[in-house]
């Protein structure tokens, strides 16, 4: 179907008015005339289908429709969750994991700034993890240069 046709069809097969372009397109193409013609006696079948009388429910038929919709209702995922037994236990399970998980992660990232914080001092990188290393606590200066020193002049590396 065409499209002046077929952006008008609707209102054309309604009779709601007058469409000058759709007839003219009709005249002139065969296959766009077959094919309203069709649907125009489909709707004259259609509306010979519809009831001489108007048929109304009766009054409560609304209400059983909705009682047997309210209890066919399938549960929701996060109903199931509230009601299992299993459910609620795995809930608890997961939170307590959680408080755990969360408290060690506190924990541990204060204790291993404080390490960090020490040993990544340029000093305490140079002077290297010699325990027997005096530590450079930059109250004499002259004898933290030569701890320095001494740790560069000793450091050996393998290049194999």
């Not at 499209?3 to 309604?14: I, K």
């Not at 108007?54 to 919709?69: H, M, Q, S, T, W």
């Not at 299993?86 to 969360?102: C, D, E, H, I, Q």
Request: proline share 6%; glycine share 4%; net charge negative.
């Amino acid at each position: 179907m065409h499209e002046p046709v077929l952006g008008r069809l609707e209102d054309y097969l309604g009779g709601d008015g007058h469409f000058p372009d759709v007839e003219a397109h009709l005249k002139r193409c065969e296959s766009c005339r077959m094919e309203v013609s069709a649907m125009q006696e489909q709707a004259v079948l259609l509306r010979s289908l519809k009831p001489v009388r108007k048929v109304e429910p009766d009054p409560a038929f609304y209400a059983r429709v909705l009682n047997r919709i309210e209890t066919q209702t399938r549960p929701s995922v996060w109903s199931l969750f509230g009601e299992s037994l299993f459910a609620r236990r795995l809930a608890y399970a997961s939170t307590a994991f959680l408080v755990l998980l969360g408290t060690f992660l506190v924990s541990s990232t204060t204790e291993m700034q404080d390490q960090n914080v020490v040993a990544s001092s340029p000093e305490r990188i140079l002077a290297g993890d010699d325990v027997q290393a005096p530590p450079i606590t930059m109250e004499n200066p002259q004898r933290d240069r030569e701890v320095v020193l001494v740790n560069l002049a000793t450091y050996q590396q393998d290049y194999q």
